[in-house]
Structures are given as C-alpha cells and as structure tokens.
C-alpha cells in the first residue's frame, strides 16, 4: 500500500491528488492521510470536497503500521528498544522523481509540483478540477456562487488576462528566504507590458489574498507599463491600463472560486504559487499566453514545475 500525506493550500491538494490518481491508474492499492498533514498548520484543511472529489481515506492503524507510529504501549517499549522502523519517504528534492512509481508499502510526504507525476491521467484531472464538477456540488454547500457566475460572466465576454499576487503567509519571517524578492515589482511591470504587446485590448482581472494592498500597488506598476510600453501612441482609442483593472472580490472561503475564475481568463500572469499553477494549467484557451517569474523558490531547483506552454520573465535586475 502506498499512502500519501495532504499537506498545504488547495493548490498543493491539487497536485497530491493528482499524484494519488496516477499510482491509482496503475494498479498500485493507493490512500490519502488526511489529517496528518494539518495537525500543525491551523489555517489549512482538506479543500478538495469542494469538487466533490473522494478518495480512499487510510485508516489510523494503517498509518500506524506503515510508520511504525502506533501509540500502543507495547509499540512505544519497543520503539525505545530497537528504534523505529518508518517506511517513508520526505520529497527532497523539487526535481521529478519516477522511482515513487516503482514503490510500495510507503509513506509519501511532499507537494509533487510537476506535470510529470501525473501525465497519464491528465485529461482525468482536468475534468475532476472542472467548473461544471464545482456546479454540481451546490447542494453540498459548494458550487458557484452568483458572485462569481458574475465575474465569470465578464471575464469570458473580454480578453481577460489575470494577475495574481501573493502575499499572506508569504511575507512571514520563516517564509520570506524561501519565497521572497522573486515576483518583484519589475516582475510583474515586464510581465504587464508583454501582456500589453500581446493583446492590447486586454482586461486585467486582480486575484490576491491581500486585495487591499493590491489595489492600491498595481496602479502604480500600471503606470509604469504603460510609460514603458508607449501603448497611448500605437493604439487607436486606447484606454490607460488602470481604467480596466478588475479586482475579483469573492466572500470568504471561496479559494476554489478565485481559482477557476483564474483559469477561464484568456491568458495568465503567475506569482510562484502552486494555486495559479493550476489556474494556468486549467486554462483551455489554445492561444493563451502564461507569464512566470524565471524562479519559483530561493535555493531550489524547481525546473520541473515549469511547462512548455510557460514564458519566464525575471524579476531581476539585468
């Protein structure tokens, strides 16, 4: 048996899932934990119900025993004994590892952030990661919400083009060495005038977990785009760039809202996040254009979460 741990935000959900469906597709006895994964981490739970997916949940013996864990006295006496005997195995590396799918009776601990660990059953995730699939869930609480029907409304109907900004836990001290100075504001300033050069009638829809901020910094990266781009002097009936900014404001709790919305957007500016990773992935426009930040963590080599269909702009100084 193998059993994978559910750890992080929706996005990084997404892609253990995803790992959980391809050893499934090939004939491997395949479990989630649940539970685990979210002990220490008090603002994450499982986010997936929201698509109305199931999985085969591992029972707590059945974690105990394949890592060697068991609260058992008799467990306990003779862990101290003879030491502990855990058949698991922590991603150590950001790079594709294809040996997981050689083995068995293991505890796997990771996000899997990469196209390659489930490419047998791609057309299988997009349809389980479906705006219709969240439709259905309605009456389970889910759904979509008339608010964001709205926004979808809109952003089908325009060459929409969306950005998303992350911040949240991302500026935390113990965050920062790994996510920090990596979409910078002339990340997303080469990033917007590309997006200009490409469709210059675009609409930008904002998606942020810190849309107060937001709101107020990207006009002023707007207007640095538009300077640099020279847009008023080559097209005809040009409207400055912070005339058509659209932040998506959604109630709470509506991750999963702001990520389809996403992913209906004609074309996509990424922050190094694993939630617009999918949004981006999602996109079914055969003509998109998806800008990302040329590095995705500090210290890493993250060269496998990158796609064939993904441009890398640099945030740097060159």
Request: net charge neutral.
């Amino acid at each position: 048996m193998i059993i994978i741990q559910m750890a992080g935000g929706l996005g990084n959900q997404m892609f253990q899932y995803a790992l959980y469906k391809q050893l499934e597709s090939m004939g491997k006895k395949v479990k989630m934990d649940d539970e685990e994964g979210f002990r220490e981490d008090a603002q994450r739970t499982p986010a997936l119900a929201a698509f109305g997916i199931n999985y085969e949940r591992a029972s707590k013996e059945e974690i105990w025993k394949i890592t060697d864990s068991s609260p058992r006295i008799t467990a306990k006496v003779r862990r101290k004994l003879c030491g502990r005997h855990k058949k698991s195995y922590f991603e150590e590396s950001k790079l594709f590892q294809p040996q997981i799918f050689e083995w068995d009776d293991i505890y796997l601990e990771g996000y899997w952030q990469s196209e390659q660990y489930f490419k047998d059953v791609a057309e299988q995730i997009r349809v389980a990661y479906s705006i219709e699939n969240i439709r259905k869930q309605k009456e389970n609480g889910y759904g979509m919400s008339e608010c964001a029907e709205a926004y979808l409304k809109r952003i089908e109907q325009t060459p929409s083009v969306s950005i998303h900004i992350r911040r949240g836990d991302y500026l935390l001290p113990e965050n920062q060495k790994l996510f920090g100075n990596i979409c910078t504001e002339l990340y997303y300033t080469k990033a917007i005038q590309e997006m200009l050069q490409k469709v210059p009638e675009c609409v930008f829809y904002l998606f942020s977990n810190d849309m107060a901020w937001a709101k107020e910094w990207l006009p002023e990266i707007a207007k640095k785009a538009d300077r640099n781009n020279r847009a008023e002097n080559r097209i005809e009936g040009y409207r400055p760039f912070t005339e058509r900014i659209v932040a998506v404001e959604l109630p709470e709790g509506r991750d999963y809202e702001e990520l389809l919305l996403m992913s209906r957007c004609k074309h996509n500016i990424l922050a190094n996040s694993s939630f617009s990773w999918w949004a981006s992935y999602l996109n079914n426009n055969p003509d998109k254009t998806v800008l990302v930040p040329d590095k995705w963590l500090n210290g890493w080599d993250c060269r496998d979460i990158y796609r064939s269909d993904m441009r890398k702009i640099s945030g740097e100084e060159s």
